[in-house]
């Protein structure tokens, strides 16, 4: 992360059966995750 300059990273994989549903989600817990650890994320 050095190398890229960022504090934090997240990464998510899709598939032939993630749908619509869970890319929701996945928005959802990252917003939550930038707003409990602020500028850190």
């Not at 917003?31 to 602020?38: I, L, P, T, V």
């Amino acid at each position: 992360m050095k190398w890229l300059d960022v504090t934090a990273t997240a990464r998510a994989s899709f598939y032939l059966y993630n749908d619509e549903n869970d890319v929701d989600r996945l928005v959802e817990g990252l917003q939550k995750a930038k707003e409990y650890f602020g500028d850190v994320f």
